[in-house]
């Protein structure tokens, strides 16, 4: 009989802490490990349909009012597999398919304009430090309600240098390591090479081609994400620790369109575990997470 | 997740932490851009965004040399604007 089958079965209130936390581990266990060709497969497929509105929006086969969304929904779906990646997921440092995690890395989420190790090493110092209202450089997300937050969120990237930004450059000052360094600078030149290209597309004839291809998506994405990934798992973003820093919660759009995003409370406690999994695992980890006082809002 | 705008190295928490390196001539002139970049922004994207936005909308504009004018009017001064004041809006 499975460990997640004798959970239900079981009275969690006369196991100690230790017991609890032994059993909870040995159920996460079934969920870990194994290659995620769901998310490699994503991440491809994304990028291979965010380029290829390139040349159809280019040459006018594409109409813009039809390429902006499509690109706002590539540029959604473009973070999650480097996440995977971000952690290590697909394989680890001296695994046989390293090189497939960092591609993944580096490649998913060229349609968002942002640079992979920036991102690991600042989303580390998230988990690290997630609601810690100096060291945590999501913290910026945290609002009393959703529209309180998307209107926050327009607002900030209405600032020439918005405060995510400056968060993020802050983290990686504060890390301090030669690889954060690096990955400061890779993210400036992303930063230039991302506005050259703006500019280079704009100047030759096709600016409101980029501006739906590129940098409109890159807004209303940006801010979907930030919705989804940062604001809605870690609201109300008051509690610190391991079973309260981070929420399950029902949204009315389903798991598809939050992007897994109602199960982070298993990402927050086994970040190793492939996204794809995290539904089925919270399922089996539910009554741990009831006895552990999570915050699970209606889910 | 960062935008494409450039967050500078702080400048607020001085007295605490190591001394920095001096800044080259090159480091000085990428601080320079970044700092104008709501400029160049101004008149690299939004002047020649405007400008297509007119000559699609406006019947006739598409031959003439105004839209153009008038983009760089607005995405510079909007630009400039934005440079002085730090918000787009």
């Known amino acids: ?299 | 997740m960062p935008r494409d705008d450039v967050a500078l190295p702080s400048s607020d928490d001085s007295g605490s932490g190591p001394p920095t390196p001096p800044v080259g001539m090159g480091g000085r002139l990428l601080m320079l851009l970044l700092q104008g970049m709501p400029l160049i922004f101004g008149i690299g994207f939004v002047a020649p965004l405007i400008a297509q936005l007119l000559e699609r909308v406006v019947p006739g504009a598409a031959q003439a040399q105004w839209p153009l004018v008038a983009g760089l009017a607005i995405g510079g001064s909007w630009g400039a604007i934005a440079n002085l004041k730090g918000r787009w809006l």
Not at chain 1, 101 to 127: C, D, F, I, K
Not at chain 1, 162 to 174: D, G, S
């Open chain 1, 1 to 299: 009989m499975s460990a997640s089958a004798t959970v239900r079965e079981r009275d969690l209130s006369e196991l100690s802490s230790q017991e609890l936390l032994r059993l909870e581990r040995s159920i996460a266990d079934g969920f870990m490990g194994g290659l995620p060709w769901g998310s490699i497969a994503w991440a491809f497929v994304n990028l291979a349909v965010w380029l290829s509105l390139w040349p159809l929006t280019l040459s006018g086969v594409l109409p813009l009012w039809a390429a902006a969304p499509i690109a706002t929904v590539t540029v959604i779906l473009s973070y999650l597999p480097s996440h995977e990646a971000q952690h290590r997921i697909i394989a680890r440092e001296g695994e046989r398919l390293f090189w497939l995690n960092e591609l993944v890395g580096h490649l998913s989420p060229v349609p968002l304009g942002l640079p992979y190790e920036a991102a690991r090493l600042t989303h580390y110092e998230h988990h690290q430090h997630t609601n810690d209202l100096e060291l945590d450089p999501d913290i910026n997300t945290k609002s009393d309600s959703g529209w309180h937050m998307v209107v926050k969120d327009i607002g900030s990237q209405l600032q020439t240098v918005p405060k995510i930004n400056i968060a993020y450059a802050k983290a990686l000052e504060r890390i301090g390591s030669d690889d954060a360094r690096r990955a400061g600078a890779v993210l400036l030149v992303y930063a230039l090479a991302t506005n050259a290209l703006l500019f280079g597309f704009a100047w030759a004839g096709y600016a409101l081609e980029v501006a739906a291809i590129v940098w409109l998506p890159r807004i209303v994405g940006g801010v979907y994400i930030r919705f989804f990934l940062s604001w809605a798992p870690h609201h109300p973003g008051a509690d610190l620790g391991r079973y309260r820093n981070t929420r399950g919660f029902r949204s009315r759009l389903g798991n598809i369109l939050t992007m897994g995003m109602q199960y982070h409370i298993i990402h927050h406690l086994y970040p190793r575990m492939p996204l794809l999994r995290h539904p089925a695992a919270f399922r089996a980890l539910r009554p741990i997470l009831v006895a552990r006082g999570c915050r699970l809002d209606g889910i």
